[in-house]
């Protein structure tokens, strides 16, 4: 009997010694400003101006002060930190703290850019003199962070289940980033940026279903075989098939890349009749082949009784034209770029098959003989893109590449209309930065000789394809689905466990 107790104990024991505890918090690098799409502009302050109408306390070293409200201006001072409040002032260590009292105070950054102004953030914020810069880090619980990454990453008129789904997901990022924090940050003595780098962070203000999507999901993650899930994606539209992760990006200088079990193709359509000489094993569209990417591709009048998850967003289908000259201006300039991209990471992402280099000073395409895609991707996405020419061939490796390479705007056409990029819902869009996707087929329009005169690029979805599509979960979540089917639609056999 004493050795079935002694056991029990010692498994009780074993279970509490290696259980995991869940961080609570997060801490978020801060930006000086970012873009209404959140890319961050940098991180380094010349002056750090924070109000507070409730009281807050300083901490820097031994000193503390508290102080009832009023407008903190932080400068930079050798390697030191200057603070004035009012009519005091104090030279205090490298790292200041200010601390709110109560739940209520938050915490205005004056000085920082953002869509909703300037930005005011719940918790900690701490200043760091680093080489005569200052850089502010947000400490803040989880599910504050999480209220303020959903409308930020998705827009907050969608149905809440979608938002819900969202928040899991961003909790899931969060939980993991503060378990594991980003290298690039560490020196900041942050876990994540404020930016697309990490997530979207307070470039939004929330709501009031907001702020019911995330406490109605408070402490749900994601999990893949026992571990929150290592790499958690989603984008803005789908073509009708999400992608592959090792389809979409390499695994250091390797590509394809790694696997990632849970980010894998699945169709975004039901009730579809696929033609018989267009189908796989499984009745879905063999979307690898040319053939049957380019009836799915150009299928903007959608077949009756099929349903589309994505075909509500503008991005589900688009079209661009690309004259001889405007491609050959823009691939001129947009493969040596690539390729100093390519050396920063020792990859070999832009072949060249045959003539010029793309690191020689007077890269030029000459005239474009031919597009071919090499390699399709199981959703469909192009992962090799060739390209012939006067002056040589090359071939494109990775869905971001290749958007690059083939970038619809005028400054990089040299043209002196705009480029219009004609979207599913009618409307347009000029010289938009980079494709919108690869998941695309070309019709090439050449003249009697047998000389390509034009390029039309057919295309579906908006974003890189894998994980969740957010208008896909617009969709589901206003036809009835529960933000755990959303879920589990997008992440391949996932769990939902509460940690919290």
Not at 378 to 403: P, Q, S
Not at 408 to 420: G, L, T, Y
């Amino acid at each position: 009997m004493k050795w079935k107790i002694l056991l029990g104990l010692l498994i009780i024991l074993s279970a509490s010694v290696f259980a995991i505890e869940y961080p609570s918090t997060v801490k978020v690098l801060l930006s000086t400003e970012l873009s209404s799409w959140g890319s961050s502009k940098g991180y380094a302050f010349e002056k750090v101006v924070i109000k507070s109408t409730r009281p807050f306390t300083i901490k820097s070293g031994d000193f503390e002060k508290t102080f009832v409200n009023g407008e903190t201006v932080l400068t930079a001072e050798g390697d030191k930190v200057l603070v004035k409040i009012a009519d005091f002032e104090k030279t205090l260590e490298s790292k200041v703290a200010l601390i709110p009292q109560d739940f209520k105070a938050k915490f205005t950054l004056v000085n920082a850019k953002r869509k909703l102004g300037s930005p005011v953030y719940p918790g900690k914020l701490i200043i760091k003199n680093i080489d005569g810069k200052l850089y502010v880090v947000n400490e803040v619980s989880i599910e504050e962070y999480v209220k303020r990454v959903v409308p930020s990453e998705m827009p907050a008129s969608f149905p809440k289940e979608a938002l819900k789904a969202q928040a899991v997901a961003a909790r899931s990022v969060a939980v993991l980033s503060a378990l594991n924090p980003q290298e690039k940050f560490l020196k900041y003595g942050a876990d994540v940026d404020d930016s697309i780098l990490s997530q979207v962070y307070n470039n939004v203000e929330f709501t009031s279903v907001i702020e019911d999507a995330v406490s109605e999901t408070e402490g749900l993650i994601m999990f893949y075989e026992g571990k929150i899930i290592e790499q958690l994606n989603y984008f803005s539209t789908s073509s009708g098939f999400t992608a592959n992760a090792e389809e979409v990006w390499a695994f250091k200088d390797k590509f394809p890349g790694k696997p990632i079990p849970f980010l894998k193709s699945q169709p975004q359509f039901e009730n579809l009749k696929v033609p018989p000489k267009f189908a796989d094993g499984k009745g879905l569209p063999d979307i690898q082949r040319e053939d049957v990417a380019r009836w799915f591709f150009k299928m903007w009048k959608l077949p009756e009784g099929s349903v589309f998850y994505d075909s509500q967003s503008p991005w589900f289908r688009w079209k661009v034209t690309l004259s001889q000259k405007q491609l050959q201006n823009i691939i001129s300039k947009t493969i040596p770029q690539r390729e100093k991209a390519d050396k920063i990471l020792n990859a070999d992402f832009i072949q060249v098959k045959s003539g010029m280099k793309p690191d020689d000073p007077d890269f030029s395409t000459g005239e474009i003989y031919d597009l071919n895609v090499i390699k399709r991707g199981h959703g469909g996405n192009v992962m090799i893109f060739e390209i012939v020419a006067e002056n040589g061939t090359w071939w494109i490796y990775k869905e971001y590449n290749i958007r690059f390479v083939i970038r619809p705007r005028k400054d990089f056409a040299e043209s002196d209309k705009d480029i219009v990029l004609h979207l599913y819902d009618g409307t347009t869009w000029n010289n938009y930065s980079i494709l919108p996707s690869a998941f695309f087929i070309m019709d090439i329009e050449r003249d009697l000789q047998g000389n390509l005169v034009e390029v039309t690029f057919w295309g579906g979805g908006n974003g890189h394809g894998v994980g969740m599509s957010q208008y896909g979960a617009k969709f589901m979540g206003s036809h009835g689905y529960g933000y755990e089917d959303i879920l589990k639609r997008y992440y391949y056999g996932v769990k939902i466990k509460k940690v919290y």
